[in-house]
């Protein structure tokens, strides 16, 4: 009877491993496959550990739209759909594959394949870089850098996109029509966002909450009509008054003025630290103002000839003096001496963009889907182009990534959506 009982207990404790290898056959196993993601321009690179068992078979990528519980066998996983597998990497020494980036949120896991038994990493989720706009139309963007936040101005309407998680945070209605003239972003003395827009002889200040209006500044004189504003880091108001530029000061409330040159100036940019202010209007003379570190005056310089800009397509460097303006992409440096044309590499040469550390220039031109990319020294050398997916109409920079926004047709439908599109530098 002592060896009956013996016998039985061995039976028992065998009976696990008895059957340990059937259930490696049909069930995961997540431990110690590591699996990870890096974003690149227009895709997202895995990597892996190189597989050391004997009889590896391959690695396999899935996909899906929606995040899924790990397959429980190898006909499951041979029964996806080829729109669900990314890569399939019968070679043990290859390591990485990419995947190009979608218009939707993607939920990834890794495979690998070892005879009739296969192991599974820990899922992977990559946000979208697309996000399809609530308008096709917008008079006006602002970019806030701190928050990552897109405004984007329609007549009475504004939305407001969330950059880090390509979502849209909001979509307000106003009762107050948008302005014709360029607005600007800042931020008060808590660090709370405002935006400034020109309303006759006020600028008006809105909240960045819900864009109700929460002061006015009034010009100085009374009923001296104000045009375009920009802001400098330090969240001053520089904006123009026909012949003359001005400057506010949010933590004095002085408005300082820099002299009439006689001629009528709608445009304006100004640099990163506030100190140099570009101004001019269509086809005629650009103004540089130079200020000190007291806000004094030092120079105004005007162009020795004539230059075609405006609003839209007119760009000062942010920590330099170069200038990108007209619908030939005309390069002026400091002295307002041309360059070049960066039409004259682009067909239909729509607009650029310095790059936060001024070491490059973003353009992009009419029914492309490329951005392109120039070195910001004497020279101006193209460097590349970066595919992107749709064809752009609008372009900025925030975070690392470039941001274009323009037309996507779906092939399988026809219809013409505007995208906002995301793309890791």
Not at 63 to 82: C, F, M, Q, V, Y
Not at 159 to 188: A, V
Not at 416 to 425: A, C, F, G, I, P
Request: glycine letters at 6%; charged letters at 20%; aromatic letters at 12%.
């Amino acid at each position: 009877m002592k060896y009956l009982l013996t016998l039985v207990l061995l039976c028992v404790i065998g009976l696990p491993a008895c059957y340990q290898d059937d259930s490696n056959k049909y069930t995961s196993n997540t431990g110690g496959l590591v699996f990870t993601k890096t974003e690149v321009s227009n895709g997202i690179l895995f990597q892996w550990e190189p597989s050391t068992i004997s009889n590896f078979t391959e690695y396999v990528i899935t996909k899906h739209s929606n995040s899924t519980a790990t397959l429980t066998s190898l006909s499951e996983l041979n029964r996806l759909s080829p729109d669900n597998i990314v890569a399939r990497v019968k070679n043990r020494n290859i390591t990485s594959s990419k995947d190009s980036t979608s218009t939707a949120s993607a939920y990834y896991r890794l495979y690998l394949v070892y005879g009739s038994h296969f192991t599974a990493s820990d899922e992977l989720f990559q946000l979208s870089n697309y996000y399809t706009l609530g308008s096709q139309f917008f008079s006006q963007l602002l970019l806030d850098h701190r928050k990552g936040d897109l405004y984007l101005f329609q007549h009475n309407l504004v939305e407001i996109i969330d950059l880090n998680r390509m979502l849209q945070k909001d979509l307000i209605s106003t009762t107050r029509s948008i302005s014709s003239y360029s607005m600007s972003l800042g931020y008060d003395q808590n660090g709370n966002t405002e935006v400034y827009s020109s309303n006759g002889d006020k600028i008006l200040v809105f909240n960045g909450e819900k864009l109700d209006v929460i002061d006015t500044i009034c010009n100085n004189p009374k009923k001296k009509f104000i045009y375009n504003t920009v802001t400098d880091q330090n969240s001053n108001i520089f904006y123009t008054e026909a012949d003359s530029v001005a400057k506010y000061d949010p933590l004095t409330k002085k408005i300082s003025k820099f002299g009439s040159n006689g001629s009528f100036q709608e445009a304006i940019q100004v640099s990163r630290d506030g100190k140099t202010i570009i101004t001019g209007t269509g086809f005629a003379f650009m103004y540089q103002y130079l200020l000190d570190q007291n806000n004094t005056l030092i120079s105004v310089k005007r162009s020795p000839n004539t230059i075609e800009f405006s609003n839209r397509n007119f760009i000062l460097a942010n920590t330099e003096t170069t200038i990108v303006a007209g619908s030939s992409g005309a390069i002026y440096n400091k002295d307002f001496v041309w360059q070049k044309n960066i039409a004259n590499e682009i067909v239909g040469y729509l607009e650029s963009i310095f790059d936060p550390e001024d070491k490059f220039i973003y353009s992009i031109g009419r029914s492309t889907n490329f951005v392109f990319k120039f070195e910001h020294k004497p020279g101006y050398k193209f460097i590349e182009k970066i595919k992107i997916r749709i064809n752009p109409t609008r372009i900025f920079a925030y975070n690392g990534h470039i941001f274009a926004i323009g037309n996507l047709v779906d092939p399988n439908t026809g219809i013409s959506s505007v995208l906002l599109e995301r793309v890791k530098l």
